[in-house]
Structure formats: C-alpha cells, structure tokens
C-alpha cells in the first residue's frame, strides 16, 4: 500500500490532505470508451491522478492508431479534472507528460484551495449521471441556446461542435455511415473484435452486455450506431421497440490538427459536450463507424470542409433515464 501525499489509509478510503483520492480515480473510470473497452491505467502517483493508455484494450481493427483509446483518456482526464475542482482544488493538468512514453497520456495534480465556479460544480455533479443513451430521442429539436452551450465547451478545448442542420450534407453522412457499417460488418477481423466485447455473457466489468443491447435500433434505422445488434435474439428486443427518430440531431466534433495531443483535447472536448448535455437534460449517443474506416473517415472530413479533422459524431436528444454501464471494479490505484 502506498501513500498518497502522506496520509493514509486503505484501498477503499485514500486521502490526501482534502483530496478524496478514490472519488478522483472513480470519475476518471466513468468516461465513455468505445465498445466499454476502458482503454486506461489510472493511478494516483505522489501528488497526482495519472491517466496511462493501455494498449492491451486498444481496439487493434477498429482504432488501429489509437485515436479512439486517446479520446476515451482526454475524457477521463476531464472527469479528474472537474472532480478535483469540484472537491474545491485547484486542477494542474499535464498533458503527455512524458516524451519516453507515448502511453503516459496525463497527470491532474490537485493544487490549493479554490471553490468551484457554478458551471464546474454542475458539469462534476453530470459525470455520474451521463450514459450512452441507444433509444430513440422524442425528435423535438434542442432550442439554439442549448447547442451554442454544447458549442462553447467543445470550444473551452479548442475543438468545434458543429450540428449538421443542412439535408443534403445529413444525407451525405447517413449513406457514409451505412458504407462504413457495411464495410466493417463485412470484416472478420473486424466482427471477432466486435464480438469479444459486445453481449459477451462472461465480461462482467468491461465490454457491453447484453441488456443494454437489447434496446438495439433495428437494421432498417436509418442512423445506425453500432455497439448493439446482431448479438440481440429479436425476443430480447424491447416490445415497444419503435426505431430511431427519422431525423435526429447530429452534431460533429472537429480538432485543428490530428496528432496525439490533438485528440486528447478532442476527447476533452468530447466529453465536456456529452457533460453539458447531460447537465441539461440531453441524452446522447455515438456513431463511430464512419470515423473509424479511413477512406470513409476522409470524405467526412472532406464533407465538412476538408479543413479540420473530424473525432466524433454525436446524436442528441430529449431521451430519458438509462442505466449505467459497468466498470472495472478497481482502477489501479
Ligand atoms: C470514441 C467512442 C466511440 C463510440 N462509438 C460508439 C458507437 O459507434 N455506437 C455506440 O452505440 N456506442 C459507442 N460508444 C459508446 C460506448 O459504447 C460507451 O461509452 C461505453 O459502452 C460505456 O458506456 P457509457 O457511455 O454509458 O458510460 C462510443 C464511445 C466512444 C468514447
């Protein structure tokens, strides 16, 4: 057993000074990672939350470059951060901190004291209420202040949300979204990956089970994410099951540039935005696959401008309560 900061304690309840130590490392643990893979090492080492990217849990077809697992870590940073603040720290937060190591992705040193302003205190009380929501939204539109929120947090990490509201350009993405589906479907590779994570009846902690499965949007939805499905008998489905909403809201996020830093910031940004949704009320989902195969990922790019690089498409919408997916019992600490 180490000592975090000179104070201590057991596995259950580390302190140090003020700092809740497993509370810190809890809201890192609840980011969102593609197919629930929690792609991270995280640890508290000396004064600091470390957040290390474990390459075991990378998805080798699906994010061969590791963008995604990145994404999930930026986000996982963001939690630390915010929980830090909201236990009245200050939050000194390193990226890549070491140049040795390409996996060491960031530290979130908790400084002195500094109450959290009221935006801070909302978006770390949102981290453990915020989970991917795969039903359908009730289809009525997210007034233009929500989305210029939405907007700003994504800007906060130098990132840009943009909600595709044009109908050539959202048609243009669903039909790149089918292709990219198809393409992946069509992959062994690709499927075997899928199915060790997805409706694997022994993951108990990691991967997505099957009840969260069962509330799969049905082959003929026209948007259609991904980490559901084909594992689901038609019996498990909800009976109420009415398809996704025709039109949903999508909304892209794009960085400046496309290296490691880049999407650490995107995955703050990410999650920053999937906060304030939750904050207010919004349920939100992803829709990978067209980011996840190159050619197809390109012509996104090319779609929105062919300037900035695109890191996650989103739908948003009134939903309602869904329950959380499991985590790995214990984050190393
Ligand atoms: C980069 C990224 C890509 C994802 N892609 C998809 C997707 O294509 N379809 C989907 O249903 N969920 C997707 N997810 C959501 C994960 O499955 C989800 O975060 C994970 O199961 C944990 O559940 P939670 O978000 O409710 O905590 C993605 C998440 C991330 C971070």
């Known amino acids: 057993m180490a000592a975090a900061g000179g104070t201590v304690t057991t596995r259950e309840g580390w302190t140090s000074g003020t700092t ?21 090492r995280l640890r508290w080492h000396h004064d600091a939350v470390e957040v290390h990217g474990d390459p075991d849990r990378r998805l080798a077809v699906a994010d061969p470059d590791a963008r995604e697992l990145r994404l999930a870590c930026g986000a996982a940073l963001v939690n630390v951060r915010l929980a830090v603040r909201a236990q009245g720290r200050r939050a000194h937060t390193q990226l890549l901190p070491d140049p040795a190591d390409r996996w060491f992705l960031g530290r979130v040193r908790p400084g002195s004291a500094l109450p959290p302003s009221a935006w801070e205190s909302e978006l770390a009380a949102a981290i453990p209420r915020r989970h991917t929501d795969r039903h359908p939204f009730d289809g009525r539109p997210l007034p233009a202040v929500l989305r210029d929120h939405m907007g700003r947090a994504a800007a906060r990490e130098s990132c840009r949300l943009v909600f595709l509201t044009e109908t050539g350009e959202r048609r243009r993405l669903r039909d790149l979204t089918s292709r990219a589906h198809r393409q992946q479907r069509a992959d062994p590779a690709f499927v075997a990956e899928w199915e060790h994570w ?4 022994a993951r108990e902690e990691d991967g997505l089970p099957r009840a969260h499965a069962a509330h799969a949007p049905r082959a003929d939805d026209a948007w259609r994410p991904r980490d559901f499905g084909d594992v689901v008998a038609d019996s498990d489905r909800t009976a109420h099951h009415v398809g996704l909403e025709d039109e949903p809201t999508v909304a892209v996020l794009l960085s400046y540039d496309d290296g490691a830093l880049a999407h ?16 207010h009320g919004v349920g939100s989902s992803f829709v990978a696959p067209p980011l996840e195969v190159a050619a197809v990922r390109d012509e996104v790019r090319a779609l929105l401008g062919g300037v900035l ?19 790995r019992r214990h984050p190393d600490v």
Do not use: F, Y
């Not at 650490?264 to 904050?279: I, N, S």
């Open 309 to 327: 690089w695109p890191q996650v498409i989103l739908r948003l919408g009134w939903g309602r309560p869904v329950p959380p997916t499991p985590r």
């Open 198 to 201: 997805i409706g694997h009846a």
């Open 264 to 279: 650490l910031r995107a995955g703050a940004a990410m999650q920053q935005v999937l906060l304030t949704a939750t904050a």
């Open 20 to 40: 809740d130590v497993v509370q810190l490392l809890r809201a890192g643990a609840s980011a969102p990672s593609s197919h629930n893979s929690q792609p991270w």
